[in-house]
């Protein structure tokens, strides 16, 4: 589905409402699917991903969520949070993700 994603913190540490919101959306295909994480958990994960729509690469328009839980949902919008990879580490994460239209722009 097509989602615009803001991330709600960084580097593990939580965002001012203000930063928040001057943030980009970054829109994108939402999936969450269950994989094999050995390497970081040791045991089977949901990961979310957000996927480009140009669909000319198959690259993530956001690092991976890894150990993903739904931390709130509403009729248009849910919460996913779990842990994101930058730089070796990993912090806390979460997402404000929108439900769009795909015709909108």
């Not at 295909?29 to 094999?36: I, K, M, Q």
């Amino acid at each position: 589905m097509i989602f615009e994603v803001r991330r709600r913190r960084r580097r593990g540490v939580p965002l001012s409402q203000e930063d928040f919101l001057r943030g980009p959306a970054i829109v994108g295909d939402l999936r969450v699917e269950e994989c094999g994480d050995l390497r970081h958990f040791g045991r089977t994960i949901q990961v979310a991903t957000l996927h480009s729509l140009s669909r000319t690469r198959d690259i993530y328009e956001l690092p991976p969520l890894y150990d993903v839980r739904l931390a709130g949902m509403a009729p248009l919008a849910l919460t996913l949070t779990g842990v994101e990879f930058e730089g070796g580490a990993g912090y806390v994460q979460t997402w404000w993700c929108v439900g769009r239209n795909r015709d909108t722009s």
